[in-house]
């Protein structure tokens, strides 16, 4: 189920021989983006609301340029660490069909906020671990809960969410 944006960073073997935790993925050269400006997500609630978070002081309307060759290409470094940016566009995604989605996977706001555009979003603003935060999300839905409630209840298990109603 691809529900990506046009373009999205990943962890790939980089440049400073890093494996991934999918040591067989193989990425075509087709999938990997040429020149990648990077912006400003204006919803995101939260301080850095850089689409691609960097360490190579690439901020709102400058350009990644893809560095290396073959397993080492990269455009940006986050940490130690070499991201890559792939083409992942979902051009073929159905109208979704929601009053109230929440994406528990880390960082799932910058990453998805510009794909789940109406109803309620509930989403991660950080690194999550979390293996009950979906189960209290379910529960707390099916209880009648209000949004607001849900997230305090999601929060209180791991305090890295937000929302956003549109």
């Known amino acids: 189920m691809n529900i990506g944006t046009a373009t999205t960073p990943i962890v790939w073997t980089?440049?400073?021989?890093?494996?991934?935790?999918?040591?067989?993925?193989?990425?075509?050269?087709?999938?990997?983006?040429?020149?990648?400006?990077?912006?400003?997500?204006?919803?995101?609630?939260?301080s850095n609301k850089l689409r691609f978070t960097n360490d190579d002081s690439v901020g709102d309307g400058g350009v990644f340029h893809k560095a290396g060759t073959g397993t080492g290409q990269y455009h940006l470094t986050l940490g130690t660490i070499h991201r890559v940016i792939v083409n992942?566009?979902?051009?073929?995604?159905?109208?979704?069909?929601?009053?109230?989605?929440?994406?528990?996977?880390?960082?799932?706001?910058?990453?998805?906020i510009e794909v789940f555009t109406h109803g309620t979003?509930?989403?991660?603003?950080?690194?999550?671990?979390s293996t009950t935060?979906?189960?209290?999300?379910?529960?707390?839905?099916?209880?009648?809960?209000?949004?607001?409630?849900?997230?305090?209840?999601?929060?209180?298990?791991e305090n890295v969410n937000k929302k956003i109603t549109k």
Do not use: H, M
């Not at 040591?23 to 040429?34: E, F, H, R, S, Y």
């Not at 992942?88 to 998805?112: I, K």
């Not at 979003?121 to 671990?129: E, G, K, P």
């Not at 935060?133 to 298990?157: C, P």
């Open 14 to 46: 980089g440049t400073d021989g890093e494996t991934t935790e999918y040591p067989n993925l193989v990425i075509a050269n087709a999938d990997i983006a040429g020149d990648v400006t990077n912006r400003t997500l204006t919803d995101l609630d939260q």
């Open 88 to 112: 992942a566009g979902a051009a073929d995604l159905p109208v979704l069909r929601y009053d109230g989605f929440f994406y528990n996977a880390c960082n799932s706001g910058r990453n998805f």
């Open 121 to 129: 979003f509930i989403y991660t603003t950080d690194l999550c671990s």
């Open 133 to 157: 935060t979906s189960k209290i999300f379910v529960e707390k839905v099916i209880a009648g809960k209000t949004w607001d409630e849900v997230l305090a209840a999601i929060n209180a298990t």
